[in-house]
């Protein structure tokens, strides 16, 4: 019997561990469409995004624009406790219509990335393509609120693509925002968070990055991070319309994956 009440005492303390262990990481929440009332798993509503506004911020969660990361990545600083970082994907026009509007009420910055070969267009890749913004849509944005980041110049599936067929697409991701004077963080996206399968082109990449001054990316992952040491594999959470709250709260304590 001592022996039973022992391993379940160490299995507790050792679940407690972990689970103290994933609070110290910092979580990057990743979201695509916003509209009033629709949701599924790329689509919130808007109430839901005050939601989860109002949970971070009552509960001690410390919103932050993503140059804070870049800078404690650059620094090799470390981060506050429970730091945590939006971002939007695609540059969807819903974004600007229903999203900007709840993130200046609770004056929450956000990151979103753009598939530059696509602004002022539709986003073809989707089932139901949907407008993006334009680009005096995106200038129009507060750059104290809004930044903007990499996410591939045609939204190309990097999983699939040769070291040639990486450095085109994200020197022109780049060339796009400086031909058109809009200001970027040196940060990527992988589209459908996919990058290469061989370990040579893998490396590559992280090269062709490097060299142009790419500090970071981001996969989707669904974890907490809990170091910078990979910095082109940078964890997001998915966050989807279909989500209850209670999975949203579970994601963003970095529960969902941890067994007792």
């Not at 979201?31 to 109430?47: A, F, R």
């Not at 903007?148 to 780049?174: P, R």
Request: glycine letters at 6%; one cysteine or more.
């Amino acid at each position: 019997m001592i022996y039973i009440l022992i391993a379940i005492v160490v299995g507790c303390c050792f679940g407690l561990y972990i689970w103290l262990i994933a609070q110290k990481g910092f979580a990057v929440l990743m979201y695509h469409k916003v509209l009033p009332h629709y949701t599924d798993d790329l689509t919130i509503s808007v109430s839901q995004l005050e939601e989860h506004l109002q949970f971070l911020q009552l509960n001690g969660y410390q919103i932050l624009p993503l140059e804070r990361l870049i800078t404690a990545v650059s620094e090799k600083a470390s981060l506050p406790a429970k730091s945590i970082f939006i971002t939007f994907d695609d540059g969807y026009l819903n974004n600007l219509e229903y999203a900007y509007p709840v993130l200046q009420k609770y004056n929450v910055p956000a990151t979103i990335f753009l598939p530059t070969n696509y602004i002022g267009q539709q986003s073809s890749w989707d089932i139901k393509a949907d407008d993006l913004m334009s680009i005096n849509q995106l200038k129009s944005l507060k750059p104290s609120l809004i930044s903007f980041g990499l996410h591939s110049h045609a939204h190309l599936n990097y999983k699939t693509l040769n070291k040639a067929e990486i450095t085109e697409d994200l020197q022109n991701n780049i060339r796009y925002f400086t031909e058109n004077g809009l200001q970027f963080l040196p940060a990527f996206a992988y589209p459908y968070g996919g990058r290469p399968k061989n370990s040579t082109i893998l490396n590559q990449m992280k090269e062709i990055m490097q060299s142009l001054g790419i500090v970071m990316a981001f996969r989707i992952g669904n974890r907490l991070n809990s170091s910078f040491s990979n910095v082109y594999e940078l964890q997001r959470l998915d966050i989807k319309g279909t989500d209850s709250t209670a999975v949203f709260q579970k994601k963003v304590k970095g529960k969902m994956k941890i067994l007792f």
